[in-house]
């Protein structure tokens, strides 16, 4: 049996209580993005193609993660923490299911994945999609999540450019 050992190892996190996983996929996910990497990037719970591809692998036993974070469970009867929105009718999980799943798997390598915290909290905001308070939870991410972590090896991803505008003051001048 081939042991995982090779991969980048999901960064040491020590927490105070008791944090449950609230979600299990036991598929696994992938997500598009406009990131362009010189290397792929590997390890036992994620995958981020040269062209950009995430995939959240759900192994053997699902992928595990508590939504949006932090949560805190009391006497195993009662969770309370960051709400993770209603039941999106379209999916039937809740609002955030997917962009949470996807953060956290990436905030898991934060560490070592050749993609910067400002890259991966825009990906959190635009797979929040139509989510009311998508605006807040990124807020919060973007200035209270992953404090500390100190990101080696980061070469920045080369971003698709996006349609560009005519600028303004050019808008104006023709006017």
């Known amino acids: 049996m081939q042991t995982v050992t090779s991969f980048p190892c999901p960064r040491v996190r020590m927490r105070k209580g008791n944090f449950p996983y609230i979600f299990i996929d036991p598929q696994d996910f992938t997500q598009a993005t406009d990131w362009r990497l010189d290397k792929a990037f590997n390890a036992q719970w994620l995958t981020i193609s040269c062209d950009g591809l995430i995939t959240v692998k759900a192994n053997s036993s699902g992928y595990a993660w508590d939504g949006c974070s932090p949560k805190f469970d009391i006497f195993n009867l ?98």
């Open 78 to 175: 009662l969770v309370i923490g960051t709400p993770d929105g209603h039941i999106d009718y379209r999916t039937n999980r809740p609002y955030t299911y997917r962009a949470s799943m996807v953060h956290d798997a990436l905030y898991q390598y934060l560490d070592s994945i050749p993609i910067s915290k400002r890259e991966v909290d825009r990906l959190f905001l635009q797979m929040l999609g139509d989510f009311k308070l998508r605006h807040a939870y990124h807020f919060f991410v973007t200035y209270f999540g992953g404090r500390g972590v100190k990101q080696r090896g980061l070469s920045a991803p080369r971003i698709k450019p996006a349609a560009t505008q005519p600028a303004l003051s050019k808008q104006r001048k023709a006017a």
